[in-house]
């Protein structure tokens, strides 16, 4: 099995067969225990809620057992990078943590989210890579700066299992929040969603654009399938005759390492960029979908979300 860093390290036959194999043991038609006998590491480096539960009780279900590491917390504080003199407050490097681990375990899941502090640095997903490095086993990206691959297959199982396979006209929304968020769920549902053929629009204000090389490869994936990509910064039009409305904010590249001149300018913006009755009535009836955890009334309101019409990956 290969390392699980991003969608497009895939093939959309090996996703689709992904998708196939989930759908066939949630339905109890596969009961198959691949992971027998087999431990799997998790390894936090941040909070999680869905991510965590689910795998651990994936791999439970699977017959195997997870083994979860918090560096800093219930392991070692963690130093990723080469050529470092640790005399700071890391007490242990990546390469030994990894090549010890590995020796225990079939896998290994890493969950490190954005700081926001230096764009540059951190589209390049150190910390993930670093694992990715040292590792004989295949790494698992449960949420880096740049990707949420396996959010993003939840999605597309999502909106196969609401709406049936095919292309379908999907819409991916910024939506105002309090302060800025890490990119990996949008980049990686845009992404996604350009690999399984979709007809995808994406709407986002001004000065809130997504990584230039990942719109490049967005569009070149979805050239391939027979899909389609559009932007716009005009949040009411967006909204017009897609299928799926999928809201989520993120922080602008430009920001970082200043969030509050991103808080500041994202301040007028509040009142537009909501998911609210009136632009879900301009939909083909769409599902709204979120990754979740979602602040109602902000990202959007009560009754969009309390009307049955909502959509978890």
């Keep these: 099995m290969d390392n699980f860093l991003k969608t497009s390290d895939h093939s959309i036959d090996q996703l689709n067969d992904l998708i196939d194999s989930a759908v066939k043991i949630k339905s109890g038609e596969v009961k198959d225990r691949p992971l027998d006998g087999k431990s799997i590491a998790l390894v936090f480096f941040n909070p999680s809620l869905r991510t965590r539960a689910s795998m651990q009780v994936g791999i439970y279900e699977l017959g195997g057992n997870a083994v979860i590491l918090e560096p800093g917390g219930t392991s070692w504080t963690l130093e990723h990078r080469d050529g470092v003199v640790m005399d700071g407050n890391k007490t242990e490097h990546l390469a030994e943590f990894v090549r010890v681990l590995e020796r225990y375990v079939s896998a290994i899941g890493v969950r490190t989210f954005a700081e926001l502090k230096d764009w540059e640095t951190e589209r390049t ?116 005759e897609v299928e799926i409305v999928y809201a989520k904010s993120w922080g602008g590249k430009q920001f970082y390492g200043d969030t509050d001149r991103d808080i500041e300018y994202r301040a007028d913006l509040r009142n537009d960029w909501i998911v609210d009755e009136a632009k879900m009535a301009r939909t083909r009836d769409a599902k709204f979908m979120h990754c979740l955890p979602v602040r109602r009334n902000v990202i959007v309101t009560d009754g969009v979300i309390d009307s049955g019409e909502f959509g978890c990956g």
């Design 125 to 240: 997903d150190p910390i993930l890579n670093a694992f990715a490095k040292y590792a004989t086993v295949p790494i698992i990206n449960l949420e880096s700066a740049m990707h949420h691959p396996c959010q993003s297959m939840a999605d597309m199982m999502t909106i196969r299992e609401k709406l049936g396979s095919g292309k379908k006209k999907v819409l991916l929304t910024w939506a105002w929040h309090p302060k800025p968020l890490p990119m990996a769920v949008p980049n990686s549902f845009a992404l996604s969603a350009a690999q399984f053929g979709h007809d995808l629009r994406i709407a986002h204000p001004a000065g809130y654009e997504l990584d230039e090389e990942l719109v490049s490869e967005i569009q070149q994936h979805s050239v391939a399938t027979g899909g389609s990509v559009e932007f716009t910064n005009d949040v009411q039009a967006a909204f017009d």
